[in-house]
DNA sequence: CGAGCCATGGCAAGCGGTTGCCAAAACTTT
DNA sequence: AAAGTTTTGGCAACCGCTTGCCATGGCTCG
């Protein structure tokens, strides 16, 4: 079965370098530093390296050098397939440049977090953290001992993605408010979500300006399911628009409208955040702030890779901020009555 | 910054054992295998471990034993919400084992699974790979020199875990049958899909003992945008039910059908595979084949475990067939007229 | 009280690469 | 032709941890 492994019979610079009569070093600069050896030589060595099949083992490499091509990526929940888009960018730009992506949930435990970090410390260029849960003081101090970037979190001298949410935000209350809307209730997520807290923030300014009351209720978990209660909860507020803390929550309300005869949007407007996939199918589809979140594990991703390749040196791009836009389905409309 | 990091000062057994006056045999011993040190000098060290900050290099502890307490799964599209399933089982149960899973995207190509494979060998206890599109000879050639599991894909000799298919169809093609549907298209997914040809095989074997008349069309793209084409060729052969790869397929096939004012189910039946998130609050809400995906990863993560705990000596249980079952929904009726 | 065990801890050799340093060989340069 | 460069390859140490083997000393047992 698996004899091949655990030193079975993989070759190694060794036995490359006695078949092709020459010293291990020698295999070793031919493969990594080529312009250092003898073209022949490096032929020859590529020649039997390639008839041996042999693969130079990471670890061993990784092991003196602390480099080991591998980035971590930590997400709070990786049920949301919000994160789905964070994933796929960050595997693929991992994978341009040559690294390894290992993706962990940490649960919305900011211990899990913490662990985890410590855990790969050793094993990993560094993190790449979505959503975080930890408090700033405790994100400051890792990034001391780690390389760290975030998504979805800022703090002060870390680097980090984040999509828009001011301006965001403040064109979902834009478009509220055109609708006739002069009460919106907020639906919390997670109380420790940074960006949670921002949303909120921003919706409560830009509404300020406009005039229009706005209210915020939960934590509800950010969940389909955590909708029914959300939506019991809204309804109950009279408010005539909700703005959902992520967009499975959105969907969640939706769904329990449906159950109960609430029409939506003729008795309330719905309003999500992240334009997840299903936002654009579910019904009615959800109007919801879309951000580029493929795009911010990319970023996030380069980011870290950046500070890994000029070490100590802080990237150029520091905090960047995606822009966002909002997709405006059928789950708004005008104002009851 | 990271100055932490890379050999900068992350304390090493040779800390803690000159802090606690051991040698570093002593340390490691101590941490690894208690038993063998003094109760009291086991004590001591864990003590000045703690104080330290001490954790253990991975790495360098994998080195010399092989064993990584690393897993790698790959999934042939990650963009597919089925696979999420998968990979939380997986994650899950891999982190309940101790150990750090890797998440790769093949991109449904069979040469990217085998370099992937090749490339991390060394770094990880074994593999688990989803829905491979390499041929039976590759995997059979690879599970000799790694460790190997796979889900929805049986190959002689590799353990395997998949949910039943052949049943699962049986009972969509009684379904159909029973709301008095006589012909039924099948929309392909990609050519290299193994689980895709037992679909469609199983579905023909059943609707011919009904005397039902099927047809294969595709292939198409397993993807929602990948519908539309499905739909309108689905829509042209006449038949009164389709039966969809995926329930991303059938997904863009709903809509499809919305957009060109066609009916579902009055107009024709439309059931997929999977139950992904979504299939249940699309509209109409999707008849599909739900299957325990979640525990298709956990359970192939087991199977690896198991085959390394244990080397050479093959699972108990080497080829599981998980439950399915029909979730019956909104997207097929009976047939029209 | 001496022989034999066992518990305990240290030594040192790896694991598979990388890399600084040195020496030999091959060229240049004057 | 002598001296100075450059190219090329080898030696050996090292990354951090594990582990087989050995030495020591305390105990047990006869």
Redesign the interface.
């Known amino acids: 079965?698996?004899?091949?492994?655990?030193?079975g019979?993989?070759p190694t610079i060794y036995h490359v370098a006695k078949e092709a009569g020459v010293s291990p070093s020698t295999v070793s600069r031919a493969m990594s530093n080529p312009g250092r050896v003898n073209a022949a030589t490096a032929a020859r060595v590529a020649e039997v390296a390639a008839r041996l099949g042999y693969?130079t083992?990471?670890?061993?490499r990784?092991?003196p050098?602390?480099?080991?091509d591998t980035l971590a990526l930590f997400v709070s929940d990786?049920?949301n397939?919000h994160f789905?888009g964070v994933?796929?960018g960050a595997?693929?730009q991992a994978?341009a440049a040559g690294c390894?992506?290992?993706?962990?949930?940490t649960e919305e435990s900011p211990e899990v977090e913490a662990r985890n970090i410590?855990?790969?410390?050793?094993?990993v260029d560094?993190f790449v953290i979505a959503a975080s849960r930890m408090s700033d003081e405790e994100i400051t101090k890792l990034?001391?001992?780690?390389?760290l970037t975030l998504i979805s979190r800022q703090v002060a001298d870390v680097p980090s993605v984040i999509v828009d949410h001011a301006e965001g935000t403040r064109q979902i209350v834009e478009h509220l408010a055109s609708l006739g809307h002069r009460s919106i209730v907020f639906l919390g997520g997670p109380p420790r979500s940074w960006l949670g807290a921002r949303r909120w923030k921003s919706l409560a300014a830009a509404a300020g300006r406009h005039g229009i009351s706005t209210r915020r209720i939960g934590p509800f978990p950010p969940t389909?399911a955590g909708g029914a209660a959300a939506a019991d909860a809204a309804l109950g507020t009279g408010a005539t628009a909700a703005v959902a803390h992520n967009d499975l929550l959105a969907?969640g309300v939706?769904?329990r409208c449906a159950e109960r005869g609430v029409a939506v949007p003729a008795d309330i407007s719905v309003v999500g955040y992240d334009d997840i996939?299903?936002a654009d199918?579910?019904?009615p589809p959800l109007t919801t702030l879309a951000g580029q979140f493929e795009e911010s594990g990319r970023t996030a991703v380069d980011m870290l890779l950046a500070?890994r390749d000029r070490?100590?040196i802080?990237p150029a791009r520091d905090m960047v901020v995606l822009p966002s836009h909002l997709a405006i389905r059928h789950s708004t409309g005008p104002t009851p009555r």
């Open positions: 079965m698996a004899e091949g492994r655990a030193g019979g993989r693969r083992n990471t670890l061993a990784a092991l050098s602390g480099r080991t990786i049920t397939p789905f994933i796929r595997e693929h994978r390894t992506l290992i993706v962990g949930d410590e855990r790969l410390g050793p094993s560094g990034s001391a001992g780690h390389r389909v969907i939706l769904r996939f299903g199918f579910c019904s500070m070490d100590g802080r």
